[in-house]
């Protein structure tokens, strides 16, 4: 049929969950552009992979830990990571498991 006005997916049907993702994308690129744009030579940037990660993985392991009350089984489980490797990226942040109890 014709596409009319009506059949466009309504505003209301973009969940609350898309529209944090997208704020999220928004904020990675205003990020990115902030590191990397401001930046006078180009050549000189390097690392943002890792320095993104090291603004995200803390708050992941962190909201994994918090909902599991200092579970790391169940926190490896959760993010999809190996219980060893989650161990070994909490000390490298410097992150007790304990202190989520």
């Known amino acids: 049929g014709d596409m009319t006005v009506e059949s466009l997916p309504s505003p209301r049907s973009i969940t609350k969950a898309e529209q944090v993702s997208h704020q999220l994308e928004d904020a990675i690129r205003r990020w990115w552009n902030l590191e990397v744009h401001t930046a006078a030579e180009l050549h000189g940037v390097t690392g943002r992979y890792e320095a993104l990660l090291t603004r995200v993985e803390p708050v992941l392991f962190e909201e994994a830990l918090r909902l599991t009350h200092g579970n790391r089984q169940e926190a ?21 498991p304990d202190e989520f109890f």
């Open 76 to 96: 490896a489980r959760i993010l999809g990571l190996h219980r060893q490797t989650l161990r070994e990226k909490l000390r490298s942040y410097h992150l007790d």
